[in-house]
Antibody
Framework: QVQLVQSGPEVQNPGASVRVSCKTS????????ITWLRQAPGQGLEWMGW????????EYTQKLQGRVSMTTDTSTRTVYMELTSLRFEDSAVYFC??????????????????WGQGTAVTVSS | DIQMTQSPSSLSASVGDSVTITCRAN??????LNWYQQKPGKAPDLLIF???NLHTGVPPRFRGSGSGANFTLTIRNLQPADFATYYC?????????FGQGTKLDMK
């Protein structure tokens, strides 16, 4: 079955960078849109951006512009999210998920239907 | 950015009860509204997409309705596995945005 498996927990100092990976499996072709989200402790879900499976398109939230980048390694079917200049408030669980066009009634709709298990990133001095 | 407002932020109920959670957008999003269920320490699970379409494997006790800017999630005959946090999400435009969540716990 289709799966997204993320890399392990990270602890980084303020000002450092972190790279989280999301390996896809079970897909015959890479999902078109892979989305990254994060969830600070006790808080809700924050959408960070998405990248196409062929690495040709990205879109990031304005809030993180200049600090976030997403890439796809098509040979290993792995997607990466890098966040630079880390701040204490970047401490969160980071999720990857596929945004799929799902057939509904009466139209098709986008939805996050497959999720990675989450990666805890702690920013601490 | 489209703002999504959920209410209530928390809710207590018993097994067998019915509950309703509302989600309001500050712009028209037609039916581009999804609901997710999240349990502690886990990734969210898709419940309903397109405002009223049940995702594969979701029991029909869950019902989504609404269009435009006002939406509801109703859960009938609550089961122990239903006690969780629920989020709405709009997919009308980028950036995608979520409601702040509704925590449903056992009375």
């Amino acid at each position: 079955q289709v799966q997204l498996v993320q890399s392990g927990p990270e602890v980084q100092n303020p000002g450092a960078s972190v790279r989280v990976s999301c390996k896809t499996s079970g897909y015959t072709v890479l999902p078109y849109k892979i989305t990254w989200l994060r969830q600070a402790p006790g808080q809700g879900l924050e959408w960070m951006g998405w990248i196409s499976g062929d690495n040709s398109q990205t879109e990031y939230t304005q809030k993180l512009q200049g600090r976030v980048s997403m890439t796809t390694d098509t040979s290993t079917r792995t997607v990466y999210m890098e966040l630079t200049s880390l701040r204490f408030e970047d401490s969160a669980v980071y999720f990857c998920a596929t945004e799929t066009l799902v057939r509904g009634a009466p139209y098709y709709y986008y939805a996050l239907d497959v999720w990675g298990q989450g990666t805890a990133v702690t920013v601490s001095s | 950015d489209i703002q999504m407002t959920q209410s209530p932020s928390s809710l207590s109920a018993s097994v067998g009860d019915s509950v309703t959670i509302t989600c309001r957008a500050n712009q028209i999003i037609r039916s581009h509204l999804n609901w997710y269920q999240q349990k502690p320490g886990k990734a969210p699970d898709l419940l309903i997409f397109g405002a009223s379409n049940l995702h594969t494997g979701v029991p029909p006790r869950f019902r989504g309705s609404g269009s435009g800017a006002n939406f509801t999630l109703t859960i009938r005959n609550l089961q122990p596995a239903d006690f969780a946090t629920y989020y709405c999400q709009q997919t009308s435009t980028f950036p995608r945005t979520f409601g702040q969540g509704t925590k449903l716990d056992m009375k």
